[in-house]
């Protein structure tokens, strides 16, 4: 059945006159009234009762129109929904974050999305970046943010706003009230790690700390997520190097301090995969980028 006969219908059935239906319609009456007889035909039922001074709906009419009212709505909000997928304005973005990336640039990116496509479901996963990677290699994810510098081929990447590394004492340790501190004054305490293979680079840039500053870290505890590590110093566990950002999160019990003559950047991405390319991911890299 062609759609078009579904509008003639429609349009017949609201005018009840063939000379106003076919104005409406921008066609002449003769293919109203062939189109008209051919639906009938197709159906095998009268429509419309008609003679020269009136047009009516029999009461199959009736029961038809109802549903092809329903018909036509729906292929309507079929071209209005395929337009707005296409716009960018409708669809789902799967998103990966870890667990400091709340602290940072990621909830105000994700706002900013929202405000500018509401028309888009978000699903963010908490997941490392090691998964992350993995998940947008495979193409699994749209995006991650991602704690890493660099990401590998097929994948592009947009920095994120720097943080920087503080030292994270036990609110009780005699260094935690100091208005900074030298990474050497740390040199015989216990420390509280990142796990290597879950983000290498947030274990290997603490590490990298760690030489410039001539230390050998005494390591007796690995976490998987900054704030374990955190809590972790918090039930006086150890001390650690961290963002500076998880602040933020309210863990009661621990103090940062700033590292006296240092200011080291954390490591943060928004990545993609570089063969992904919706409206959609475009919004959302748009407004990651500030524009």
Request: charged share 20%; proline share 5%; with cysteine.
């Given at each position: 059945?062609?759609?078009?006969?579904?509008?003639?219908?429609?349009?017949?059935?609201?005018?009840?006159?063939?000379?106003?239906?076919?104005?409406?319609?921008?066609i002449?009456?003769?293919?109203?009234?062939?189109?008209?007889?051919?639906?009938?035909?197709?159906?095998?039922?009268?429509?419309?009762?008609?003679?020269?001074?009136?047009?009516?709906?029999?009461?199959?009419?009736?029961?038809?129109?109802?549903?092809?009212?329903?018909?036509?709505?729906?292929?309507?909000?079929?071209?209005?929904?395929?337009?707005?997928?296409?716009?960018?304005?409708?669809?789902?973005?799967?998103?990966?974050?870890t667990?400091?990336?709340?602290?940072r640039?990621?909830?105000?990116?994700?706002?900013?999305?929202?405000?500018?496509?509401?028309?888009?479901?978000?699903?963010?996963?908490?997941?490392?970046?090691?998964?992350?990677?993995?998940?947008?290699?495979?193409?699994?994810?749209?995006?991650?943010?991602?704690?890493?510098?660099?990401?590998?081929?097929?994948?592009?990447?947009?920095?994120?706003?720097?943080?920087h590394?503080?030292?994270?004492?036990?609110?009780?340790?005699?260094?935690?009230?100091?208005?900074?501190?030298?990474?050497?004054?740390?040199?015989?305490?216990?420390?509280?790690?990142?796990?290597?293979?879950?983000?290498?680079?947030?274990?290997?840039?603490?590490?990298?700390?760690?030489h410039?500053?001539?230390?050998?870290?005494?390591?007796?505890?690995?976490?998987?997520?900054?704030?374990?590590?955190?809590?972790?110093?918090?039930?006086?566990?150890?001390?650690?190097?961290?963002?500076?950002?998880?602040?933020?999160?309210?863990?009661q019990?621990?103090?940062?301090?700033?590292?006296?003559?240092?200011?080291?950047?954390?490591v943060?991405?928004?990545?993609?995969?570089?063969?992904?390319?919706?409206?959609?991911?475009?919004?959302?890299?748009?407004?990651?980028?500030?524009?």
């Amino acid at each position: 059945m062609k759609l078009h006969l579904l509008r003639y219908f429609a349009v017949l059935a609201e005018e009840l006159h063939f000379g106003r239906a076919a104005e409406r319609l921008a066609i002449t009456q003769p293919p109203l009234s062939s189109g008209i007889k051919a639906l009938e035909e197709e159906l095998g039922v009268r429509l419309f009762e008609r003679s020269s001074k009136h047009v009516e709906l029999t009461p199959a009419g009736h029961a038809y129109l109802a549903e092809v009212r329903i018909v036509l709505d729906r292929v309507a909000r079929a071209g209005e929904t395929a337009r707005a997928v296409a716009a960018g304005l409708q669809g789902r973005l799967d998103i990966g974050f870890t667990g400091s990336m709340v602290y940072r640039d990621m909830p105000r990116i994700v706002r900013a999305f929202g405000a500018r496509a509401p028309g888009i479901e978000v699903q963010l996963r908490e997941m490392s970046s090691s998964e992350q990677i993995e998940a947008l290699l495979h193409r699994q994810l749209h995006a991650g943010f991602v704690n890493t510098s660099t990401v590998p081929p097929r994948l592009a990447c947009l920095p994120l706003a720097a943080d920087h590394f503080v030292c994270c004492l036990p609110e009780d340790h005699a260094l935690a009230h100091e208005r900074s501190v030298p990474l050497t004054a740390l040199a015989q305490e216990t420390f509280v790690m990142f796990a290597r293979d879950v983000a290498p680079a947030n274990h290997d840039n603490v590490i990298a700390l760690f030489h410039r500053a001539g230390i050998h870290p005494h390591t007796r505890h690995a976490a998987r997520q900054w704030l374990t590590v955190v809590s972790l110093v918090a039930l006086r566990m150890g001390v650690a190097l961290v963002p500076a950002s998880l602040a933020q999160a309210g863990v009661q019990g621990v103090r940062f301090v700033p590292i006296a003559g240092l200011h080291h950047p954390t490591v943060g991405v928004l990545a993609w995969h570089e063969e992904t390319d919706t409206p959609a991911l475009r919004v959302f890299l748009a407004c990651a980028a500030g524009a």
